[in-house]
């Protein structure tokens, strides 16, 4: 627990205009929010995220309450709450909902003209921890977060609830419940849990995909705390009856943040803007963001190296009498024998487990085998979470490739794509088939000469004559200045998640700066966590034949390295588990 200095008083602007709007979300849904506006010019923004079961509106007060001089509020309903359509609490994945607050910050930047660098933001109990995790996935340069009793585990008083939970979902999987929370147990303030009472836009119901998703994706969220760089002000509630304390002191505590506060409140339930004693929350969060909005915006900070303790960990090898040694040991024994039969295995074993032919392999997606064992274990192993991660990521890929070029072609100008590290292509491939636009053009370069021929024949299998194969150097500064004509877009995919060392990638991305056109883009995946990296050290070898020792980047990381290289990160995704991202980026200065 921190405490604040002495509150210095805010003097309320002449009054709040609100408005009405709805914004297209990543995927086409039409999302309803509020806009209150100051009555003086505005000069920042403060976006709000309810809880579950809640909707926009229900900040009405503590907007009143917070009155920030010249400071736009924005809150929207989440999808399935309030005046949002959808099922009553539901979602296909709690990594949506994440989606959902990404898309409405674009909104707030490109319809009221706020950056992101001009925002902060506030979420309660679930949309703090949506808040979060985009804090984490996203790397966003926002000037502050105020988390209130995040939700990052709920307390399922009913034993072996959320085992039950996942049962009920694989056999049903669009299943909701209902909520067991009461107002009475959110607030001791009796006006207010009869307000809630009363609000026909609160729905009890809650779908059993997010809450098991949202317990998944808080665990990542919370262990991967220290790649939150921005200011943080928690609030937790010392006696919540429906939240646990001890993940948001564990997240506290991990948090990479240097300018953080966390305030325990004694006797609070988990509604802690809408409690009684909501005045003392109030004001600390007004001096929170009051002083972190003002005109001077932070410079910004070196960003450290994640996860360097676990690599330096992982590529120490284990003494042969050691539990772990022994399991990771059997294990390799068994796949580098009966796991052979299966294709995916095979490969790795020849090629390696990070190579061009593995990569071909999971993207295919089709099992086969030395018989039907052979095809079970290259079936099981392809549906590995990393290998599932890399499937989508291909999707994600190709589809910002499709989506930057058509920016581009809007403007009347021709596009030539360069993937510097192809392989064989595949999603460059898959993009120009896409586009079917004779004045998009590509080539895909790599230092395996079987991966871009087995490239080459695909593209002609498809008839695609606007694309060359040529062997080139993502790390070869010389060999990056021949590429011609000067590409609008690089890619950069699967590659520098393979290399722990920054400075590496730093030239790399230096060299791309410099041959890139003016006002180009870049788009590089990432990897920042991976849920197998012990198993995969311990036992895959890489492709020269050592231990794949593997050091996630958080975002925060990969952003910073792209910022100090002439790069402005704009937009990002990533798969539901969080494991691969791929973030659009702009040359920002000419040359």
Same mark, same amino acid.
């Given at each position: 627990?921190?405490?604040?200095?002495?509150?210095?008083?805010?003097?309320?602007?002449?009054?709040?205009?609100?408005?009405?709007?709805?914004?297209?979300?990543?995927?086409?849904?039409?999302?309803?929010?509020?806009?209150?506006?100051?009555?003086?010019?505005?000069?920042?923004?403060?976006?709000?995220?309810?809880?579950?079961?809640?909707?926009?509106?229900?900040?009405?007060?503590?907007?009143?309450?917070?009155?920030?001089?010249?400071?736009?509020?924005?809150?929207?309903?989440?999808?399935?709450?309030?005046?949002?359509?959808? !099922? %009553?609490?539901?979602?296909?994945?709690?990594?949506?909902? #994440? $989606?959902? &607050?990404?898309?409405? *910050? =674009?909104?707030? @930047?490109?319809?009221?003209?706020?950056?992101?660098?001009?925002?902060?933001?506030?979420?309660?109990?679930?949309?703090?921890?949506?808040?979060?995790?985009?804090?984490?996935?996203?790397?966003?340069?926002?000037?502050?977060?105020?988390?209130?009793?995040?939700?990052?585990?709920?307390?399922?008083?009913?034993?072996?609830?959320?085992?039950?939970?996942?049962?009920?979902?694989?056999?049903?999987?669009?299943?909701?419940?209902?909520?067991?929370?009461?107002?009475?147990?959110?607030?001791?303030?009796?006006?207010?849990?009869?307000?809630? !009472? %009363?609000?026909?836009?609160?729905?009890?119901?809650?779908? #059993? $995909?997010? &809450?098991?998703?949202? *317990? =998944?994706?808080? @665990?990542?969220?919370?262990?991967?705390?220290?790649?939150?760089?921005?200011?943080?002000?928690?609030?937790?509630?010392?006696?919540?009856?429906?939240?646990?304390?001890?993940?948001?002191?564990?997240?506290?505590?991990?948090?990479?943040?240097?300018?953080?506060?966390?305030?325990?409140?004694?006797?609070?339930?988990?509604?802690?803007?809408?409690?009684?004693?909501?005045?003392?929350?109030?004001?600390?969060?007004?001096?929170?963001?009051?002083?972190?909005?003002?005109?001077?915006?932070?410079?910004?900070?070196?960003?450290?190296?994640?996860?360097?303790?676990?690599?330096?960990?992982?590529?120490?090898?284990?003494?042969?009498?050691?539990?772990?040694?022994?399991?990771?040991?059997?294990?390799?024994?068994?796949?580098?024998?009966?796991?052979?039969?299966?294709?995916?295995?095979?490969?790795?074993?020849?090629?390696?487990?990070?190579?061009?032919?593995?990569?071909?392999?999971?993207?295919?997606?089709?099992?086969?085998?030395?018989?039907?064992?052979?095809?079970?274990?290259?079936?099981?192993?392809?549906?590995?979470?990393?290998?599932?991660?890399?499937?989508?990521?291909?999707?994600?890929?190709?589809?910002?490739?499709?989506?930057?070029?058509?920016?581009?072609?809007?403007?009347?100008?021709?596009?030539?794509?360069?993937?510097?590290?192809?392989?064989?292509?595949?999603?460059?491939?898959?993009?120009?088939?896409?586009?079917?636009?004779?004045?998009?053009?590509?080539?895909?370069?790599?230092?395996?000469?079987?991966?871009?021929?087995?490239?080459?024949?695909?593209?002609?299998?498809?008839?695609?004559?606007?694309?060359?194969?040529?062997?080139?150097?993502?790390?070869?500064?010389?060999?990056?200045?021949?590429?011609?004509?000067?590409?609008?877009?690089?890619?950069?995919?699967?590659?520098?998640?393979?290399?722990?060392?920054?400075?590496?990638?730093?030239?790399?991305?230096?060299?791309?700066?410099?041959?890139?056109?003016?006002?180009?883009?870049?788009?590089?995946?990432?990897?920042?966590?991976?849920?197998?990296?012990?198993?995969?050290?311990?036992?895959?070898?890489?492709?020269?034949?050592?231990?794949?020792?593997?050091?996630?980047?958080?975002?925060?990381?990969?952003?910073?390295?792209?910022?100090?290289?002439?790069?402005?990160?704009?937009?990002?995704?990533?798969?539901?588990?969080?494991?691969?991202?791929?973030?659009?980026?702009?040359?920002?200065?000419?040359?």
């Amino acid at each position: 627990m921190t405490h604040n200095p002495p509150l210095a008083p805010i003097v309320a602007p002449p009054g709040l205009i609100e408005r009405e709007h709805s914004f297209t979300s990543h995927d086409a849904t039409e999302l309803f929010y509020r806009a209150w506006h100051p009555g003086e010019p505005q000069r920042r923004g403060l976006l709000l995220c309810h809880g579950g079961h809640e909707h926009s509106g229900r900040f009405q007060s503590l907007v009143e309450a917070l009155a920030l001089p010249g400071v736009s509020v924005f809150a929207y309903d989440a999808r399935g709450h309030g005046r949002s359509p959808g !099922r %009553r609490g539901q979602a296909r994945h709690f990594m949506d909902l #994440v $989606r959902d &607050l990404d898309a409405f *910050v =674009d909104h707030i @930047r490109d319809h009221h003209g706020i950056p992101v660098a001009d925002l902060a933001v506030l979420g309660h109990s679930v949309g703090a921890v949506v808040i979060a995790t985009w804090l984490l996935d996203r790397a966003p340069p926002v000037r502050a977060a105020v988390l209130g009793a995040p939700a990052f585990e709920v307390k399922l008083y009913v034993p072996l609830a959320l085992p039950g939970l996942r049962l009920l979902q694989a056999l049903w999987p669009e299943v909701g419940v209902r909520s067991y929370v009461q107002p009475g147990m959110l607030t001791h303030d009796h006006a207010e849990a009869e307000a809630r !009472r %009363r609000d026909p836009l609160i729905s009890p119901r809650i779908g #059993v $995909r997010v &809450l098991t998703s949202l *317990v =998944d994706t808080a @665990r990542r969220v919370v262990d991967g705390a220290d790649g939150i760089r921005v200011p943080v002000l928690l609030f937790s509630a010392g006696s919540d009856r429906v939240v646990h304390e001890r993940p948001q002191r564990r997240f506290f505590q991990r948090l990479g943040s240097a300018d953080k506060q966390r305030v325990v409140l004694p006797g609070f339930f988990h509604e802690v803007f809408h409690e009684r004693e909501r005045a003392t929350v109030i004001r600390q969060t007004r001096a929170f963001l009051g002083a972190r909005l003002g005109p001077d915006r932070p410079s910004p900070t070196a960003v450290p190296e994640s996860n360097h303790e676990r690599y330096a960990a992982l590529s120490r090898a284990l003494p042969w009498y050691h539990p772990a040694g022994l399991y990771y040991g059997a294990l390799k024994g068994l796949l580098a024998s009966v796991g052979r039969l299966g294709q995916g295995i095979r490969i790795g074993w020849r090629h390696g487990f990070d190579s061009g032919p593995m990569l071909d392999h999971v993207y295919r997606d089709q099992a086969h085998g030395a018989t039907w064992l052979g095809r079970w274990i290259d079936r099981r192993f392809l549906d590995a979470p990393g290998w599932r991660g890399i499937r989508v990521r291909g999707r994600l890929l190709c589809e910002a490739l499709v989506d930057t070029s058509r920016r581009l072609r809007a403007t009347g100008q021709s596009v030539h794509i360069a993937d510097v590290a192809a392989g064989h292509g595949r999603y460059v491939l898959d993009a120009l088939s896409v586009l079917d636009d004779p004045r998009v053009s590509a080539v895909c370069r790599d230092r395996d000469e079987v991966g871009l021929e087995a490239g080459q024949a695909e593209a002609l299998r498809r008839g695609l004559h606007n694309v060359r194969f040529q062997q080139g150097d993502a790390f070869d500064a010389v060999s990056l200045q021949q590429l011609r004509p000067r590409p609008d877009i690089v890619v950069v995919s699967g590659l520098y998640e393979l290399f722990a060392d920054n400075a590496l990638i730093h030239r790399s991305l230096r060299a791309i700066h410099e041959v890139l056109k003016p006002g180009g883009y870049l788009i590089v995946t990432n990897q920042p966590w991976h849920p197998q990296l012990d198993l995969i050290a311990r036992v895959l070898p890489n492709r020269e034949g050592r231990p794949w020792v593997m050091r996630p980047r958080a975002q925060a990381e990969l952003v910073g390295l792209l910022a100090a290289s002439g790069f402005r990160a704009e937009r990002w995704c990533s798969d539901d588990a969080g494991i691969f991202s791929v973030t659009v980026a702009r040359r920002e200065t000419a040359s």
